[in-house]
């Protein structure tokens, strides 16, 4: 394979915190080896539109520690047609790009297939998405960030939930994966976590609510994923209350928030480490996957198996949470 010279790199689909940090590390990596790296605004659509300059060290200087994308992000109908297809690599080549680095979640790598399959051009993808619901990674960039502000806003919840003897229901992002309300309910001690992945016994849930009552347990919080398969903190709300008219229950949806802020430690890291990575993939003929980490050590997953694979919730966790929220 001859060595590429020029990499386009783009973020696409929801933002997440790391994404700059990310960025930084394809920019940074790229440059040191001799290559010039090509910043594409606005994912696909900017790259059907054309919208691409050449990035150099300083574009990336002082963005380490900043939440969304100085690159912008957005979702292309376009992008899913022959014709915007073929506008994005006519556009590729215009600016001499031989390969991509892609940043974001199952709807990016999902648009990559039939694209690279047409045009084959050298692409790595990074996973930047909170809901961390792709296969090939145990984390992916701007969960831990996410999961956090959740924790946050949910201990805050719960000191009103205890000055008034209040029922919170807290609904947390998650339209297809349940992992930020697993792990920010475990962290918070809810008594109740419901996710997409898992059937919801309603009944389950007014039953532990009405024991919760009869032991004089004051203080109940349920935190629902927004995919959960009853709906969300509204949907719930209206059920609880129906069945216990005189509880005093609020609810609250902590929505964007959860994608905001400035990344975490843990975040910083995985991006970094994922953004060197995918350069150097690409300088070695590994293209057409996901760089991931498993155990701590860097892995790459062809994109076909990332967007059909799964992140099964472990049942241990389960087995667990159910005990601990006792």
Do not use: W
């Not at 920019?27 to 290559?35: A, D, F, L, S």
């Not at 996901?290 to 087995?319: C, H, Q, R, W, Y």
């Amino acid at each position: 394979m001859a060595a590429i010279k020029n990499i386009g790199i783009l973020t696409s689909g929801g933002d997440s915190p790391g994404m700059n940090a990310a960025i930084r590390a394809v920019v940074r990596t790229g440059i040191y080896h001799g290559i010039d790296i090509y910043g594409i605004r606005r994912g696909y659509q900017g790259m059907i539109e054309g919208d691409i300059f050449k990035m150099e060290t300083t574009d990336v200087s002082n963005i380490i520690q900043r939440g969304g994308t100085i690159l912008k992000t957005a979702r292309s109908n376009d992008f899913m047609t022959m014709e915007g297809m073929e506008k994005a690599y006519g556009q590729l080549n215009k600016h001499k790009i031989e390969a991509l680095v892609l940043i974001g979640g199952d709807g990016t790598f999902r648009g990559a297939v039939d694209f690279f399959e047409k045009y084959t051009i050298p692409a790595v993808g990074i996973p930047g998405t909170i809901d961390k619901d792709l296969a090939g990674t145990d984390f992916t960039i701007g969960f831990d960030t996410a999961v956090n502000t959740a924790v946050e806003a949910i201990d805050k919840i719960r000191d009103t939930a205890e000055a008034h003897d209040r029922l919170f229901i807290i609904e947390v992002m998650g339209r297809d994966a349940g992992y930020i309300a697993l792990n920010s309910g475990l962290a918070c001690g809810a008594e109740d976590i419901l996710i997409p992945e898992q059937v919801t016994n309603i009944e389950d849930v007014l039953n532990r609510i009405d024991s919760d009552e009869r032991r004089k347990k004051t203080v109940h919080i349920i935190v629902v994923a927004e995919g959960d398969d009853y709906g969300g903190a509204k949907e719930f709300y209206a059920i609880i209350k129906e069945r216990f008219p005189l509880l005093d229950v609020r609810s609250c949806v902590l929505g964007h928030i959860q994608r905001g802020g400035s990344p975490s430690f843990a975040d910083r890291i995985l991006a970094s480490r994922l953004g060197y990575a995918a350069v150097n993939a690409l300088r070695t003929g590994n293209t057409q996957v996901m760089a991931g980490i498993i155990n701590g050590g860097i892995v790459f997953t062809p994109f076909k198996n990332v967007i059909k694979g799964d992140s099964p919730i472990n049942s241990d966790m389960l087995e667990m949470i159910a005990i601990l929220s006792k």
